[in-house]
């Protein structure tokens, strides 16, 4: 006798960011999103999630001193027709343990000081206000049949969630890991340079190398 296999329907799952906040005594600059899952009732083993983070930099308004910020990024503001664009930040995962219904998940998201990087800079140009977040979702659902034996089915990037995070908690984060700092990265012949200018010199800290080779293209523009 053949006996005809039931197809088990996945878990629907929805996602929604409650919250941002930086975390303290991060080791590097550490966003901390409050993530809300809800599998509609079901009963959900484990998740294994793949997370990527995307700024939709055309759902924002700009002001006249973070569009000249910009300018690097996007060009001239004439032309942020065709140029604003979304930017990928980055891309995490995230174990979740079984629950049942729905439940809250912290997603801690390092964020990088190098201001090379795209999303970097597009972050430090803001001012006030929001930064639109797109959170997409893949991964793997391990959730319970109807016999109650183990199911997994694989989710593909359909799954997304919007928030605005207030860019003050970024630069909170930044701020509690490095208070007061700034990164410059260099290529190696000028840090070369840099570095023997202030060994000539006999200044003792990078930050008054800088100084005096500032003060001194101030000086040759004044006259």
């Known amino acids: 006798m053949t006996v ?16 941002v906040e930086a975390l303290e005594h991060a080791v590097v600059p550490t966003l901390a999103f409050r993530l809300r899952i809800d599998a509609g009732g079901r009963e959900i083993r484990s998740l294994a ?3 990527q983070l995307r700024i939709d930099a055309a759902r924002r308004r700009y002001d006249d001193g973070e569009r000249e910020r910009l300018f690097e990024l996007f060009g001239a503001p004439a032309g942020w027709g065709r140029s604003l664009r979304s ?7 995230l174990n979740v343990p079984a629950f049942v219904g729905s439940t809250v998940a912290e997603l801690a998201v390092p964020c990088s000081y190098d201001f090379d990087v795209v999303a970097t800079k597009y972050l430090n140009a803001l001012g006030e206000g929001d930064v639109p977040l797109e959170l997409l979702f893949s991964g793997s659902v391990f959730f319970a049949g109807s ?5 997994v089915v694989r989710l593909s990037w359909d799954r997304e969630a919007r928030f605005g995070m ?40 990078w930050e008054q190398a800088l100084e005096g080779l500032l003060a001194a293209a101030d000086e040759r523009r004044a006259t």
């Not at 930017?87 to 995490?92: A, M």
């Not at 016999?147 to 199911?151: E, M, S």
Request: proline share 6%.
């Open 87 to 93: 930017l990928r930040w980055t891309t995490t995962s």
């Open 147 to 151: 016999d109650g034996r183990l199911q």
């Open 166 to 205: 207030p860019v003050r908690v970024w630069r909170d984060a930044l701020e509690r890991a490095f208070p007061g700092m700034a990164w410059l990265r260099l290529r190696r012949d000028v840090f070369d340079r840099l570095s023997l200018y202030k060994s000539r010199h006999g200044l003792p800290t």
């Open 49 to 51: 999630l793949n997370v």
């Open 4 to 19: 005809a296999a039931v197809a088990v329907e996945a878990p629907e799952l929805e996602f929604r960011v409650e919250d």
